[in-house]
């Protein structure tokens, strides 16, 4: 089983900053996928960030040029470096890690618990 935790949230002021991270634990043959997702307050939950396990990254409009995502294959962890955070980034942020389990054959997704970020004076 894979079980992704993520950590790093809290409250922020406006155009503060804040580090999540996500560790995905657990017997792991490959990664292929680590993404943030985020839902706010009566919102529909959304893609914020992803990278592949080749590197690639995308991320959601309202994040570029904001937010920056990477990773340590090593420690099988995502991060999120959010930068320039505004009230309407307040949001459960929630990681996404597609991932082939050891003596797995398939990739399945597997997602953490969440993390409360707060942007607010």
């Known amino acids: 089983q894979v079980q992704p935790v993520e950590s790093g949230g809290g409250l922020v002021q406006p155009g503060g900053s804040l580090r999540l991270s996500c560790a995905a634990s657990?017997?792991?043959?490959?990664?292929?996928?680590m993404g943030w997702y985020r839902q706010g307050p009566g919102k529909q939950r959304e893609l914020v960030a992803h990278?592949?396990?080749?590197?690639?990254?995308n991320y959601a409009d309202s994040a570029k040029g904001r937010f920056t995502i990477s990773r340590d294959n090593a420690k099988n962890t995502v991060y999120l470096q959010m930068n320039s955070l505004k009230p309407e980034d307040t949001a459960v942020y929630s990681c996404k890690v597609v991932a082939v389990a050891a003596g797995g054959i398939f990739a399945h997704d597997y997602w953490g618990q969440g993390t409360q970020v707060t942007v607010s004076s």
């Open positions: 990278i592949t396990g080749g590197g690639s990254t």
């Open positions: 657990g017997s792991i043959s490959s990664i292929h996928y």
